[in-house]
Structure formats: structure tokens, C-alpha cells
């Protein structure tokens, strides 16, 4: 069938439509039907898409469609209809057909709908079109929820989406071939959009919260409207050039002219003043022919230069699979109205839109509630309108959203997706290219903008950055990014673009990462290593005879009978034949269960066997594959025999892999290999030499290749990364390979060499140092043709190394050596040594590796295995826990659990020796603890006598005590060191707050005193019900913990509306912390729980201090007093705290004695003051570091009770404006400060 003659069906459709006589259009009376018809007809077109290549053909959209929707605008039903056939219309090619057909025909019809396409793009760049959609929006829009109904919501959608596919048409190349500033089709339907009103109702709609279910679609709008601008563009529009930007231009001017001049003078050198009618024949000798002679040359000197074998010769054809991937990015610069039009439109998105819009997609696509390749969207976005708000008057609160370590690990996540789809989608690979170079640009983005907050002149920006640098820093997957993108580029499938923007964003991090490094000496950071460990292969299962199995069923059937199939209760309650948490399934876990059965009764381990039997009976009901529940003594009998003698599948052993060398027969275990997370110092250096590969080198030389299309900033950032490859690790041998050269030689003979000044210097070095190795290597020039590794470049700059002189040789043992250790061994064999490889090292004559001695050993038959040699790890032996240790442990624990060390302590005097790993295991399965990080040291918070309200005795009581805790604590590091070398060395630190508040809080005056006030402010603020209910808690609290022996932090959970308004009161909250209750650890805990560390006296202490009493005249002038102490400043405070210090120095000078013991406390002393005057000034030292710790908790509920509305939220980097749409507050997390001065401030503060 022709395409351009209509069906006959099709073509009655259309004219009964109706007609259009001038600019009116006169609708038939089957109108509606006939659009309906249409429809019909798209639903059920064939593979071709001819129904709608005919439409396209008879311009029905253009014609009939477009002016129905403006002048029949009342007609709703045919409004609804028009614009749903209009969608289908619309609709992409690439929809249609799924992908680019690769068929011939089939790649002509999809031309074929896209040049239609193009055509209702053309028709759709009319005012009156837009105005009559976004004039419907506007109106729909105006309803409320409860007016709207199904189908206002359809036509909202049908709006959106067929907005989203006019702009989605791609531009005819052809047709359109128009220069920068002249207004092309997309230009004219932007303005359209603009003239129209629509814009103004996207941004409604993008920040509106009741219609947040157009997000996706409102997102990808904007994306197609800005699909061929870029942010300097627009941030630039309508401006006039600054200085810079004016003298910028007249040197890229002056350069291009000097690069013209300069070809323009090469020219004329080449070519003579008189023309030459005869060019001549010359002879190049040392260049031989096909034959034996020299070739000839029949063309002018000046040609010879160019001269290859290659010339005359067809060009090879590359095959499609290995084509360089071609860059697909088309920019162009609109024309001026257009361009500030969309420059306003950015501005107002930025400041009331983008940090709501950006969290509901992201929520969306975390949530899935996202189609296929949405993140695309947001990945253009974040980069686009981060960009245009760093160069139009930068403003992180509006970018708040998207700036946090979340949004980098997002992107980081989406990177390796993109690259493993790469590898295995190969058809699709040029595709999730593109994703992956969105992506690419979206983390660029991220890090210009902090770094553009590093420069800012406000603190707390400043801060923000530095807390979001130190967390991407610290993080081994975002360090180790850019290297890996390096490593696996491929010019394949990543086209040149992708590798420029690698380059300059590796440039960036490097950059930044060396400007964080420099003032640290120890910066510590994550790393992932492999962790080894072996396990031993199973044996397999013995066979049985059937005598043996009479045997044993003879012994068990009696055990059970003379016990009455009566259990114990440690059995009965013991036994867990099911794992609900594996993730074996249920069927493998039910034969599992009766595999153990039967292990028991070969064992002859009777009851146990009994207890798993009905335990299993009552997990598996079903099918009575454990006998029925109603079962009597007897069958329970008989079924134990029919499992004893049957025989089970068991799963077979791993066979072990046994290598063998010269008769030494391996360790048969199995390596099994699992990714431990530690922390290390970083160093820059180090890091650097990991970029010192060919690898890694290889990219930066094909980037460099086109070196005169490339920018300045591109070839600073390739010669940058070169530069400290060959001059700052001094490996610039890496770079000597003949195309590398080649490139070089280019460089240095091009004309306009003076504007690559940068890499000419460059060059240069390398080419010299290179000579200069020449002349000493006289292998040099034959290595130009290999690309070296770091190894190989050592043996060229060090020497090579002859063959077998580097290997390790294996030592031979002569007659007299074996003799010697036959004897050695049969003397201490029967010693009764821990090691007797060790005892027998130091005996032999020659010196021998304990590896040596033990393979000898072995092929001499003196053991059987190298098991037999095992060198025996300090503790393992020590397994089962005895009752007495059990009971030492316990008193230990109980001695020490308020001291800042309490494993070091227990650790140091068990008289057991054994592992952390273990005492911490058997301190949690006793209920001493109920988490392991209780057991952790702690590190101190604040100085002693730095409240405001401290008395002159407490100073002086309390730094007294300051000096002998600190004499005992060097006598305990004294012992401890002499003890036990191997513990952690970790700083003395102090008790934490909470276990201040939970050890010395309970049973002092003073505490429960405020605690009655903080009470009874409560109340007279309305707040006495959840007081009571806070008593009431920390009574049932100690109830519970003295009648079941252990304690367990236990949750505040407020079931009444009256409770949880509390729970966010501050005032409540300053009441829970002065008590002891630990507020919500991070994001994942939601409630504030009682610690773990409270003993019920200490918890009826405080819920005693929470009653109302009666207070008398005297105790009210008390309070009042008390509280204007709390309410002095700071100043009065610095004054006391000098007299103080002033009068404990002179009651020191009085009372000097004369020997040494106390002078030397007099000393302690001193350095207690000392210590208290750097504690009372405000210390600027910054930390290298601040990573999670076991206190954490504290410094959170500081952060929060503190002042923090002047800090900008870490997790999003800056903050947004009050009157801005921001996230909700449930995703604003704290982060802990790393700067101990604003530490020290927020302490003072809540004092």
C-alpha cells in the first residue's frame, strides 16, 4: 500500500472531522466519533506505523487538530478527545519503534515518522496553541482536591505530557541551518511557552505541595526546554562583559592571530619566490623501495615532510565494533530574548523550586516509584542548575538539597551501574554511556560547588565544606572514583567528551585533596583490605556397618528407657532445630535437622537426640516427617531407629586442593576471602603513585592528541597530571614511548608552538632527561617501543637484572644438614616444647626460615603434615569458660564498669588470658551489657570547675581530685605497659556525659536540686502530665530491671498526643538530658531511650528528684539565687574563674614545704592550673580528623540542645532560606563538629 495515499477508511475519518474555510474551522456533527475513531485506528496500526504516517501525510494535526483545541475550546468532550489523540500523535519515534531499526525498510519508516514529527513541532510554535493549553492548566489547577475527579487529573497528565513531546522532537539538521543568536523551531516554541503563560505554571507546579505527583513530568519538561543551553551561556545573558572577560578575549584573539601568522610564514618558507615548472626526481637514500633500491621521490622538497609509505594505499575499513565513539552533544546559542527569558526563569526555579522538586524526585527514584531511566533527569538538573547558581552570585542555600554525602554516594552508585551495564548490554553500551557521562558531569558539579563554598567568605559555609571534604575524602569508594573511570576507559564506547570532563574533574579532586592535606600531619581515612582466613575442609562422614549401628541403637534405646523419655529443662529449652534469619531454605533446614538427629545418635548423645527430635516436630508439623504432635514414648523410639539406620543425603565434601613441591604436602584448607573495613593515615604522595600507570597514562595521551581543539584549562589539567608523574614521583620514564614522542615532536613543530607554551616546557623536559638516560642505556631506544609498567621502569632507570639472579632460590640441604636435624629433632621431640621448630632454628649450624625447616621436616618423614608443625596462636586453646571464671568476669565487671577503661581493666587482671573478641562476647551473652560499645574507653568532655555556678571549695575539691586521678592513671599506664604490650594504646580521656550524669548524678544534692526546678517549670508550663509520665517510667524502668537481674536500654515511646508534643518541647528535652536519657542515635532510631548504664537506685533516685514538694521561703531564695548565678555572662565568669586560679596559687606559695614529695604536688598542682587555663581559653586547634566514635551520642544531643540555627545542616552542605521549599525536617541530620572551639562554645552555652 502507498503511505501517501490514505486509506479509504481512514481518509472518510478524517473529512468527516471537519473544514477549515479561512482561519475558522467549521466541526462536523460526528466529530467527537470521528476522533474516537482514530484513536481506535493507532491502537491497531501494524509494525510499519502506517496509520500514522498516513496521518502525518494528510497533516491532520496540522490542519484539523490544532484548530479544534483553539476554537472549540468549550466543547470538553472533543477538547479531551483531541488532546489524547494528540499525545498518541506525538508520541517519540524511538516509542514507536522500541530502538533504532537496524533493518533497512524499517529504518526508512522511522525517518519517516520523525520527519513528521518535526513538521507538528513547526505547527506547535504558535501562541494561540499554548494559550489555550495553559489557560485549561490554569483552570484545572484552580481546583481543589475534593472538586477535581478522574478525569481532571487525565487532562492534566495529557497536558504535561504532550507539552514533553513537542519539546522532545529533535531538530531537522537539514532544514534548520541557522547560525548562533538566530531563533531556530525550539527557539520559537520556548517563546511560545513563554508568551503563553505556561512556564509561569510549570514553576507553580514544581513547588506547589498538593500537586507533587507531577514531579517526574515537570522535571523532565524543564530538562527539554534547556536541552541546548548551557549555564555560562545563560548566567552571561543580557550582561556586559567585565575587564577580565574583555582582555580574556583579546588573548585568545591575539593567539589565533599569531597561530595564522605563524602558518602563513611556514608557507612561504616552504614554497620559492619563482615557480618551478619542473619539480624534479630525487633519490631518498636508506629508505628502500618494494625492490632492493632506494625509493625515488618525484614531487618538491617542500611535499617530503608529508611523505609515507601509506600514500596511494586504500584505507582500511574500521569495523563498527571498533569505531571511536563520536560525541553526541549539539549546543548553540539562542537568540537574545530567548536566552533571557530561560536566564529568568532559572533564577526564580532556583530560589522558590529546586530544592523541593529535586527531594521528591529523589525520594521517587530511591522509592522506585520512578519509570526506567528517570535518574537521568535529575542527574541533568543537578549539574545544570548547580553550574548556572555558581555563576549567578553563588548561593548554597539554594542548592541545599543536593549538596550532602548522600547526593555523592547516589551518583557514585549510579557510576559503577552505568559502567557494569556497559560490559554486559553491549548492544545498548553507547546509551548507558551517555547515563554515565551525565552522572560524570552531576559529581564534577558537586565538587566545583564545595569547592566554591571553600572560598566563600562566610565561616560557616567554609565549615560545611570542610565537613562534606572530610567525609568524601575519608571514603576509599569516592578517593578511588576517578582512578577507577581512568583505568577502564575504553575510546569504544566513552566518546572524547566524557574523557575531558574525566580529566578535568580528576584535576579538580586532586587538587582539592592536596589543598585538604597540607597543614594535617595525620589525616586518617578509610581502606578496604582482603582479609584471609582458612577454613578447614569437612571430612567426610565414616561408614557404618550395619553391626555398629546395632550396637549403638542397643546403647541409646536403654539410656532413654532408664530415664522415662524425661528431658531436662536446659534441654528442652536449648534446642533450635530452625535458623528463621538464614537464608537456607526450609526444606534444606528440615533435612538438615534430621542429619543432626542422626549425628546424635552416632554419637550416642540420647537425650540430645530426643530433645531436637521434638523440637523439629514442633517447627514441621506438617506431613509427620518428625511423627504426629499426639505421639507416645514408644513411637518417639521407633522413629529414632528408622533415622539412626536410614540413610540420608548428605551434602558431599569440598574436595581440598593439595599442591605438592618436592614432596611437601600443603595445608589442606580452603581461603576463604572477605573485605575488612580499617582506618589508616592518608598520605597525598602515596595516593598520587597510584596514577603512575600505563593504564591511567594512556588516556591522558589520547586526550592529549588533539591538543589544539582542546582547551586551555584541558591541556593545563593533562600536562598537570603529567607533571607529577615525571617530576614529583621522578618517574618520567614512564612517558618514554614512541607515540608519546611522536606527539611531542608534533607539538614542538607546530607553528602556534608559543600558544602551548605549557606544554612545549614539558616536552622538552622529558625529551632532555630522556637523552640523557640514552646516553647511559644503551637499550633505550628499543624500549620507546613498549609501554613500561612501574617495575619495568625501574630495571631501565636501575639496571636489569640478569635471569635467576633476582629469583629466590631454593637452599639445598647437604647429607651433614639432614643428619644434624634428625638428631636435633629425636633430642626434643619428647621436651614437651610449645614450638620445636622454633628450638630447633637457633641449634641448626646454617640458618634456615622456619619454612624451610618445617618442609624439610616433612619430606624427611620426620612428621606426617605440616599440621603436625602448626605454630601455636597465643589463647586458642582456652575455649569453654569455667564457672570460676565466670564468676571472676562478672566480679571484674562489676568493679570496673564505671572507670574509663572497662575491657583494659578486666583484660589486664583475668586470670585466663584470653582474646577482646571473646571477653566482650561472654560479657554480652551474660546480660552485663547490653552493647558492646559500653565496654569502649571514653573520652573526657569538659574540664572540671568550668560551670558558671561552682563554689571555691568544689574548685579546689574538685582539682585536687583532678591530680590524684591523675597520678593513679599514670601508675595504671605504668602497669599496664609492663603488663601487656599488646593493647590498644589509646588517650585517658574521662568519663563520658552520660555515665557522669548515670555514676555521680544520683546520689548528688545538687543535681536532684535542679532537677526539681527544671520539674517545676514543667509544670507550670502545662507539662506536668508527661513529667509524671517521664516518673513513671524510670520507676517501671527499676522495677523491671531489679526483678529480672539485667539491664537493657528501654525505649520512650509517647502513645499520647499529649506526650509527643512534649518530646519535641526543648525545655523536656533539656530535662531528659540532665536525667540521663540518651536521645536517637542517627536516622534509623526514633526514639529517646533510658541507657542501659542507670542501676535501679540510680534510676529511683531520679525519678524521687522529679516529685512535687512543697518548698519553703528559704529553699525559693536558694533557687532564685541559683538562678541568677546561671545567668551570668561570660564575662563574670572569665573574673571568677581568674580569682579562683589567683587564689589557689597563693594558697600554694604559703604553704611550699621544703621536701621533695611536696613540692612535687605542688608541681601537679601547677599543671593543673595550667591544664585549666588552656581549658578556660578558647583553643582555635583544629582536628586532622573527627571520625564516629562511641560518643557520639553526646555530641549530638549537644548539637541539638545548642544553638545551631547559625550553623549550616552538614548533611546538606548549606542552608536553605526560611521562606524557600526545603526538605522535610526528618531529613536534616547532625553531624558532629571537628572544631573543638565551637565544641567548647556549645558546652558554655548549655551550661
Excluded at 491532520?60 to 498518541?88: E, G, S, W, Y
Excluded at 618538491?300 to 569495523?319: E, I, M, T
Excluded at 569440598?654 to 593515615?681: H, K, M, R, Y
Excluded at 524510670?1034 to 531489679?1042: F, H, S
Amino acid at each position: 500500500m502507498d503511505l501517501f495515499m490514505m486509506n479509504c477508511e481512514l481518509l472518510a475519518t478524517c473529512s468527516a472531522l471537519g473544514y477549515l474555510e479561512g482561519n475558522t474551522y467549521h466541526k462536523e456533527p460526528d466529530c467527537l466519533e470521528s476522533v474516537k475513531d482514530l484513536i481506535r485506528y493507532l491502537r491497531h496500526e501494524d509494525d510499519t506505523r502506517d496509520i500514522r504516517q498516513q496521518l502525518g501525510a494528510g497533516q491532520i494535526l496540522q490542519n484539523d487538530l490544532l484548530p479544534i483545541i483553539t476554537q472549540h475550546t468549550q466543547d470538553k468532550p472533543l477538547f479531551d478527545a483531541c488532546i489524547r489523540l494528540m499525545v498518541n500523535l506525538t508520541q517519540p519515534a524511538l516509542l514507536c519503534f522500541e530502538k533504532v531499526p537496524d533493518d533497512p525498510a524499517f529504518r526508512h519508516h522511522f525517518l519517516q515518522v520523525t520527519s513528521y514529527l518535526q513538521a507538528y513541532k513547526e505547527a506547535f510554535a504558535d501562541e494561540k496553541v499554548f494559550t489555550v493549553l495553559s489557560e485549561t492548566l490554569y483552570s484545572l489547577l484552580q481546583l481543589d482536591w475534593e472538586q477535581r475527579n478522574e478525569e481532571d487529573n487525565l487532562l492534566i497528565e495529557r497536558i504535561l505530557l504532550l507539552v514533553r513531546n513537542v519539546l522532545h522532537v529533535p531538530a531537522d539538521p537539514y532544514e534548520e541551518k541557522h547560525v548562533d543568536d538566530d531563533a531556530s523551531v525550539h527557539d520559537k516554541l520556548l517563546w511560545a511557552i513563554h508568551m503563553s503563560g505556561l512556564d509561569d505554571l510549570l514553576k507553580f507546579l514544581a513547588c506547589a505541595q498538593s500537586e507533587q505527583q507531577w514531579s517526574f513530568h515537570i522535571l523532565e519538561i524543564i530538562s527539554l526546554m534547556f536541552r541546548d543551553q548551557t549555564a555560562e551561556l545563560l548566567v552571561s545573558a543580557g550582561q556586559m562583559r567585565s575587564a577580565l572577560e574583555k582582555q580574556k578575549d583579546m588573548l585568545d584573539l591575539e593567539l589565533l592571530r599569531q597561530k595564522e601568522l605563524a602558518e602563513k610564514r611556514s608557507h612561504a618558507i616552504q614554497r620559492g619566490t619563482r615557480h618551478s615548472r619542473f619539480r624534479g626526481s630525487y633519490v631518498i637514500q636508506g629508505l628502500k623501495a618494494i625492490g632492493e633500491k632506494d625509493v625515488i621521490f618525484h614531487q618538491g622538497l617542500h611535499n617530503f615532510k608529508y611523505y609515507s609509505h601509506d600514500v596511494g594505499k586504500a584505507v582500511r575499513r574500521v569495523p563498527k565494533r571498533k569505531q571511536i565513539a563520536q560525541d553526541s552533544e549539539s549546543q548553540r546559542r539562542s537568540s537574545l530574548n530567548v536566552r533571557l527569558f530561560l536566564r529568568e526563569f532559572c533564577i526564580d526555579f532556583l530560589e522558590n523550586c529546586y530544592n523541593r522538586l529535586m527531594y521528591l524526585v529523589k525520594e521517587g527514584l530511591v522509592r522506585e516509584r520512578a519509570q526506567q531511566h528517570d535518574e537521568t533527569y535529575y542527574l541533568w538538573a543537578l549539574s545544570f542548575f548547580m553550574a548556572f547558581n555558581r555563576g549567578q552570585n553563588f548561593r548554597p542555600d539554594l542548592v541545599s538539597e543536593t549538596m550532602s554525602i548522600r547526593t555523592f554516594h547516589f551518583i557514585e552508585k549510579n557510576i559503577t551501574n552505568y559502567y557494569e551495564m556497559i560490559l554486559t548490554d553491549r548492544k545498548e553500551a553507547t546509551s548507558w554511556s551517555r547515563r554515565m557521562h551525565l552522572a560524570l558531569k552531576a559529581y564534577q558539579e558537586l565538587l566545583l560547588t564545595v569547592n566554591e563554598m571553600d572560598r566563600s567568605k562566610d565561616e560557616n559555609i567554609r565549615h560545611s565544606a570542610s565537613v562534606i571534604k572530610s567525609n568524601i575524602f575519608y571514603l576509599m569508594e569516592f578517593r578511588e572514583i576517578f582512578l577507577t573511570l581512568l583505568r577502564k576507559f575504553d575510546e569504544q564506547m566513552q566518546p572524547r567528551s566524557f574523557l575531558r570532563d574525566l580529566v578535568e574533574s580528576t584535576h579538580l579532586f586532586l587538587r582539592m585533596l592536596e589543598r585538604f592535606c597540607k597543614g594535617r600531619n595525620n589525616l586518617v581515612v578509610q581502606k578496604k583490605r582482603v582479609k584471609r582466613r582458612k577454613r578447614s575442609h569437612k571430612t567426610p562422614h565414616p561408614e557404618t556397618t550395619p553391626e555398629d549401628l546395632e550396637n549403638t541403637w542397643q546403647i541409646v534405646s536403654e539410656e532413654l528407657r532408664s530415664t522415662g523419655f524425661q528431658l531436662s529443662e536446659s534441654l528442652r529449652e536449648g534446642t533450635v532445630p530452625f535458623d528463621a534469619a538464614s537464608d537456607t531454605p526450609v526444606t534444606k533446614q528440615r533435612t538438615e535437622a534430621l542429619i543432626r538427629i542422626q549425628d546424635c545418635l552416632m554419637s550416642r548423645a540420647a537425650p540430645e537426640a530426643l530433645s531436637l527430635l521434638r523440637a523439629a516436630r514442633a517447627v514441621w508439623p506438617e506431613e509427620d516427617t518428625f511423627g504426629s504432635v499426639e505421639v507416645e514414648p514408644e513411637e518417639d523410639l521407633e522413629l529414632l531407629k528408622q533415622i539412626l539406620f536410614s540413610k540420608l543425603p548428605r551434602s558431599a565434601p569440598i574436595d581440598s586442593i593439595v599442591e605438592e613441591e618436592d614432596g611437601v604436602e600443603l595445608e589442606e584448607e580452603e581461603e576463604l576471602e572477605s573485605v575488612a573495613l580499617s582506618e589508616t593515615e592518608f598520605n597525598f604522595l602515596d595516593f598520587i603513585k597510584r596514577f603512575a600507570s600505563p593504564n591511567i597514562v594512556r588516556p591522558y595521551i589520547i586526550l592529549l592528541r588533539t591538543y589544539s581543539q582542546n582547551s586551555a584549562h584541558t591541556n593545563h589539567c593533562i600536562t598537570r597530571m603529567l607533571h607529577r608523574i615525571a617530576v614529583d614521583l621522578k618517574m618520567e620514564a614512564l612517558l618514554y614511548q614512541l607515540s608519546v614522542f611522536c606527539l611531542f615532536n608534533k607539538i614542538l613543530t607546530d607553528p602556534a608552538a608559543a600558544t602551548y607554551q605549557e606544554l612545549v616546557t614539558f616536552a622538552k623536559f622529558v625529551l632532555n632527561r630522556f637523552f640523557v638516560f640514552a646516553s647511559k642505556n644503551n637499550k633505550a631506544f628499543v624500549e620507546l617501543l613498549f609501554w613500561k609498567n612501574v617495575g619495568a621502569v625501574r630495571e631501565m632507570t636501575e639496571g636489569y637484572t640478569k635471569d635467576g639472579v633476582g629469583a629466590k632460590k631454593k637452599a639445598k640441604w647437604t647429607p651433614e644438614e639432614e643428619e644434624e636435624l634428625q638428631r636435633l629433632y629425636e633430642e626434643h621431640k619428647d621436651s614437651e616444647v610449645p614450638d620445636i621448630v622454633e628450638t630447633l632454628i637457633p641449634l641448626l649450624s646454617n640458618s634456615r626460615t622456619r619454612r624451610e625447616v618445617v618442609s624439610h621436616m616433612v619430606s624427611m618423614g620426620l612428621v606426617n603434615s605440616v599440621k603436625d608443625l602448626k605454630k601455636e596462636r597465643k589463647g586458642t586453646r582456652i575455649v569453654l569458660w569455667t564457672e570460676e571464671q565466670e564468676q571472676e568476669l562478672q566480679m571484674l565487671f562489676e568493679e570496673f564498669r564505671h572507670s574509663d577503661d572497662v575491657l583494659g581493666n578486666i583484660l589486664k587482671r583475668t586470670t585466663a588470658k584470653r582474646s577482646r573478641a571473646r571477653i566482650i562476647h561472654k560479657i554480652l551473652s551474660m546480660g552485663l551489657v547490653s552493647d558492646c560499645k559500653d565496654l569502649y574507653k571514653k573520652r573526657r568532655r569538659s574540664a572540671p570547675g568550668k560551670s558558671a555556678g561552682m563554689t571555691e571549695d568544689e574548685f579546689f575539691a574538685l582539682t585536687r581530685k583532678s591530680q590524684d586521678g591523675d597520678m593513679e592513671r599514670d601508675e595504671e599506664e605504668d602497669n599496664e605497659s609492663d603488663e601487656d604490650d599488646d593493647d590498644d594504646s589509646e588517650e585517658h580521656a574521662g568519663l563520658s556525659r552520660e555515665e557522669q550524669k548515670s555514676k555521680g548524678g544520683a546520689g548528688d544534692p545538687e543535681r536532684n536540686h535542679n532537677l526539681r526546678i527544671m520539674a517545676q517549670s514543667l509544670r507550670e508550663q502545662g507539662l506536668s502530665g508527661p513529667v509524671l509520665w517521664l516518673q513513671n517510667s524510670l520507676n517501671r524502668t527499676a522495677d523491671d530491671r531489679e526483678e529480672d537481674g539485667v539491664s537493657h536500654p528501654v525505649a520512650l515511646v509517647p502513645l499520647t498526643e499529649e506526650n509527643e508534643e512534649a518530646m519535641e518541647n526543648k525545655m523536656f528535652q533539656k530535662l531528659l538530658c540532665k536525667v540521663g536519657v540518651r536521645a536517637p542515635a542517627d536516622e534509623q532510631e526514633s526514639f529517646w531511650r533510658i541507657p542501659s548504664g542507670l542501676s535501679v537506685s540510680q534510676l529511683r533516685t531520679l525519678a524521687a528528684s522529679l516529685d512535687l514538694v512543697e518548698q519553703t521561703a528559704a529553699e525559693c531564695d536558694k533557687e532564685n539565687s541559683g538562678a541568677v548565678e546561671m545567668l551570668e555572662d561570660e564575662d563574670n565568669q572569665e573574673l571568677r574563674a581568674q580569682a579562683l586560679r589567683a587564689l589557689l596559687l597563693s594558697r600554694h606559695r604559703k604553704h611550699t614545704p621544703a621536701n621533695a614529695n611536696r613540692s612535687s604536688s605542688f608541681e601537679g598542682s601547677s599543671d593543673t592550673v595550667e591544664q585549666s587555663d588552656h581549658i578556660e581559653g578558647k583553643s582555635s586547634k583544629k582536628r586532622s580528623r573527627v571520625l564516629d566514635s562511641d560518643d557520639d551520642d553526646d555530641d549530638h544531643r549537644d548539637i541539638t540542645d545548642g544553638n545551631s540555627s547559625s550553623r549550616i545542616n552538614s548533611e546538606s552542605g548549606v542552608h536553605s532560606d526560611s521562606k524557600t521549599h526545603a526538605a522535610p525536617a526528618k531529613r536534616r541530620y547532625k553531624r558532629v563538629l571537628s572544631d573543638e572551639e565551637d565544641e567548647d562554645n556549645l558546652k558554655l552555652k548549655l551550661n
